[in-house]
């Protein structure tokens, strides 16, 4: 199935879950990412069981803190 993951399309094995394309983009400290899934937020506790499905547009979202 193609993904666009981050503003690129990429091809993946279907049956894939959010925590696998974690896994599979090799993304750092993941407890740290939000996701969105075609814009929708997908909370952190459903990563495991949140499903992809060909065409699904992914954008991990990384929280920058400083300043003061």
Same mark, same amino acid.
């Given at each position: 199935?193609?993904? =666009? %993951?981050?503003?690129?399309?990429?091809?993946?094995?279907?049956?894939? =879950?959010?925590?696998?394309?974690? /896994?599979?983009?090799?993304?750092? =400290?993941? /407890?740290?990412?939000?996701? +969105?899934?075609?814009? /929708? !937020?997908?909370?952190?506790?459903?990563?495991? =069981?949140?499903?992809?499905?060909?065409?699904? +547009? %992914?954008? !991990?979202?990384?929280?920058? $803190?400083? $300043?003061?």
């Amino acid at each position: 199935m193609k993904l =666009t %993951v981050s503003g690129n399309v990429k091809e993946y094995a279907g049956g894939l =879950t959010v925590r696998k394309l974690l /896994e599979l983009e090799q993304v750092e =400290t993941p /407890e740290y990412v939000t996701v +969105s899934v075609n814009d /929708e !937020f997908i909370p952190t506790g459903d990563f495991d =069981t949140a499903a992809l499905s060909d065409g699904d +547009s %992914v954008e !991990f979202l990384y929280f920058m $803190g400083g $300043g003061r």
